[in-house]
């Protein structure tokens, strides 16, 4: 059944040069803007989108005939030229009783044409590793998945006056309401937030609270990436890549999106009014 909607060559070939013009678009947009971290940022989010759901929708519409102007079958009518039927006059001529068939040999073997002869099927290779390799990469995703999981759940509850301070002046600038809880753990160099959980967690190094760094722009920076929603733009391109594994412009368009993350965090940590000789 799906080999009937999606067709090996037209499918392949669909994915292949539709997924190419939109990442190529995405890419060229986000190098425009590059001075513009944030729409940069959208442009080529929205092109890793486009990239994945506009050749499926294609064929789709194209196999089950939808839209507005869906082509209506063609009635091809028959000929209508006149055959004279011989009449019948119940006399056999020589010629046909002369004309008969010819002996079958039977040990005359028909040659083998280029056609029939079996071919590797070469689009049905290329589906299934496909299917594989995608699945290698989801298996991965959820993995990474579980250890970010398990190092959350290993971690201890940091109380540090001064990062709680700037946490709630952070959270003031940018109009969180929700709670943020703070871990410590010995396992990370730096602050990250991990926004899958029901409140965002900020996990700290365990040395956090015995320096005298300002931490308001290095925790605004990462409470920008939860305002920003950045964690779902990642793992929905985590999951383009997932789909398109053989894309090489997808893995890049993937590494320009982290890039592109990170200097719209920065930009807003020096909007907010923090020097940026200070924050770097």
Not at 20 to 28: E, H, N, V, Y
Request: with cysteine.
């Amino acid at each position: 059944m799906t080999g009937g909607i999606f067709p090996a060559e037209s499918f392949l070939w669909s994915w292949l040069w539709q997924s190419t013009i939109f990442l190529l678009a995405g890419l060229s947009g986000s190098f425009l803007l590059r001075h513009h971290s944030a729409r940069a940022h959208r442009v080529l989010f929205l092109a890793m989108i486009a990239a994945v759901i506009v050749p499926v929708a294609g064929i789709l519409v194209k196999h089950y005939e939808l839209g507005l102007f869906a082509a209506e079958p063609v009635v091809i009518q028959p000929s209508t030229e006149d055959y004279i039927m011989p009449e019948a006059t119940g006399i056999i001529s020589n010629e046909a009783i002369e004309s008969s068939p010819a002996p079958i040999n039977l040990d005359s073997h028909p040659a083998m044409t280029g056609s029939e002869i079996a071919k590797f099927p070469w689009s049905s290779a290329l589906i299934y590793t496909w299917i594989a390799a995608s699945l290698i990469l989801v298996i991965r995703l959820l993995v990474t998945f579980v250890l970010g999981v398990r190092l959350l759940r290993r971690a201890m509850p940091l109380n540090n006056d001064r990062i709680e301070q700037a946490i709630d002046q952070v959270k003031t600038k940018l109009g969180i309401g929700r709670d943020v809880k703070i871990y410590g753990s010995a396992k990370i160099s730096s602050p990250v937030i991990w926004c899958w959980s029901r409140k965002p967690a900020l996990l700290m190094p365990d040395a956090a609270g015995l320096s005298d760094i300002d931490w308001a722009g290095v925790l605004y920076h990462e409470l920008a990436h939860y305002k920003r929603r950045d964690h779902v733009a990642g793992l929905l391109a985590e999951l383009t890549v997932c789909f398109l594994p053989w894309q090489p412009l997808l893995w890049w368009a993937k590494s320009s999106l982290v890039s592109l993350s990170e200097q719209a965090c920065d930009d807003w940590v020096v909007a907010s009014g923090q020097s940026g000789t200070d924050y770097a």
